[in-house]
Every structure is written in C-alpha cells, then in structure tokens.
C-alpha cells in the first residue's frame, strides 16, 4: 500500500469514493464529499493523503485549520476520512490517521481536533476535553490531542466547509424560497429537515405556525441558495409595498 499526497488527477475519484464511504452511514449527511470540495476551492486542505493498492485509490483523509476562540493557533481538524466499503477492516484509516498525524507533527503543528468515537480514536491519543468545545457537537465525541502537552480552553470553529445541508434540508429551504411571502409560509414544523433548519436559525417559526427566512443565516451553509433567498425575500417586499404590484400578486379587487 502506497499513502501519498492528493494529484488534481485524483479529485473525481476522491469525490466517488468518499460518496461510497458514507452512503449507507446513519449518521451522515452524505454531505461530506462537498466539504472536501469546499476545502480544496478555499485552499484549506492542510494535508490531503489518498491511499493506493496495486494502484487503485481505496482510501482517503483531510486535514484542515481551526479556529480556537483563546487565540490559540496551528490547530487542525481531522476528517473527513473515507475508506472503500470493501476495503474496511484492513486497518488503511489507522494508517492514513497516523500518515497525516506524523506529517503535522513535521509541520510544527500543535494540536489536532476531531468529531467521532472516543473507542476507536484513543488508540492514536485522543479524548474529550471539557475545556475544549464545538458547538453543536455532543461533548463526548468531540476529541482532541496536543503535540505540545497544552490544551487549549475555549471554542473551536472547524472551516466553513463543514458547515454543509443535506440534499433534504437543500429541498425543503428551496421549497421556501420558491413559496416565500412577506408574512412567510406554512410548513410541517414536525417536518426533521424543517425542524433542522430551525435549529440552525435558517428558518424561525411565528405564532401562527408559519415560519419566517433568514437569508443571512444560510449565508453560512449555502451562499448560492442564500443569494436566491435573499432576492425571493426582496421582491415580495418590494410587492407588500406597493399596493398596485400586491393586488395583481395576490389577485386582489
């Protein structure tokens, strides 16, 4: 088996596989190959690695910067990590974790952070820290490991990237934008994917079980929809005031 750095020629296989990988996983989003994209467009894949055998791609991990809210710096973020469904089991992400760790050691890196289960990722130095957060992220699967015997205390912001929607919220916000009025729309509020987008303070409920769009809000997850919905938002001000454009809008008189 062969660990090396990402070529531009691997990136569609990459996307395939990382697909594969997460697929069928109860806990994905199945967003994951698009923060790879989104990491590798901003310029924000601090080490890249594939791994090969007899020359095929089976394998794959990132490594991408932080931000840390006590100013601390040279602190990365693990993941994604995509093994081929067939090729599972055969220990190719120990060896890609422990690739890109000794490759950040090399970097003068001082600490690597990560989302997932403490089980597997002690084995390579990694635990829970209280004084170390992600918001949003359950404390216990949210890991760390120092290189410099130092952990910082404080809020961690992983790259933007991360900050994906899945294909089901992507479709009930375009559902908005599309029926989007000024007094905003009715919605399923038990809908998951509404109650989702709530939760992210893209959509916010009304007493009387509408809910209102914050473009701004899903700046943060989505720019093109964001642009869309911030247009959808305007023009139906733009026709709420002007009482000649409202009445042929809404059949009035």
């Given at each position: 088996m062969i660990i090396r750095s990402e070529n531009t020629s691997d990136i569609e296989v990459i996307t395939d596989i990382t697909?594969?990988?997460?697929?069928?996983?109860?806990?994905?989003?199945?967003?994951?190959?698009?923060?790879?994209?989104d990491l590798r467009?901003?310029?924000?894949?601090?080490?890249?690695?594939?791994?090969e055998v007899d020359g095929r791609i089976v394998g794959y991990i990132a490594f991408s910067p932080v931000t840390i809210s006590d100013g601390t710096k040279n602190w990365y973020n693990l993941g994604p990590v995509a093994i081929v469904p067939e090729f599972q089991g055969r220990r190719i992400g120990t060896i890609l974790v422990n690739s890109g760790l000794?490759?950040?050691?090399?970097?003068?890196?001082?600490?690597?952070?990560?989302?997932?289960?403490?089980?597997?990722?002690?084995?390579?130095?990694f635990w829970s820290y209280p004084q170390l957060i992600n918001d949003g992220t359950p404390q216990e699967v949210f890991l760390a490991m120092s290189l410099t015997e130092r952990i910082p205390n404080g809020t961690v912001d992983l790259h933007k990237a991360f900050k994906q929607l899945s294909i089901i919220e992507?479709?009930?916000?375009?559902?908005?934008i599309i029926d989007y009025a000024i007094a905003g729309i009715k919605v399923d509020l038990e809908d998951p994917a509404i109650e989702s987008l709530i939760d992210k303070g893209i959509l916010s409920a009304t007493l009387d079980g509408?809910?209102?769009?914050?473009?701004?809000?899903?700046?943060?997850y989505?720019?093109?929809?964001?642009?869309?919905?911030?247009?959808?938002?305007?023009?139906?001000?733009?026709v709420h005031?002007?009482?000649?454009?409202?009445?042929?809008?809404y059949g009035s008189g």
């Open positions: 697909k594969a990988a997460f697929e069928d996983r109860s806990f994905s989003l199945n967003t994951e190959h698009f923060t790879i994209q467009a901003d310029g924000a894949l601090t080490v890249s690695l594939v791994a000794t490759l950040l050691k090399s970097m003068s890196s001082e600490g690597i952070v990560l989302i997932g289960l403490p089980a597997y990722f002690s084995r390579f130095g992507k479709d009930a916000i375009a559902e908005v509408k809910v209102m769009m914050h473009p701004s809000a899903l700046t943060e989505d720019s093109y929809l964001a642009q869309v919905g911030q247009f959808r938002a305007t023009e139906m001000s733009r005031k002007n009482p000649i454009m409202a009445a042929i809008k």
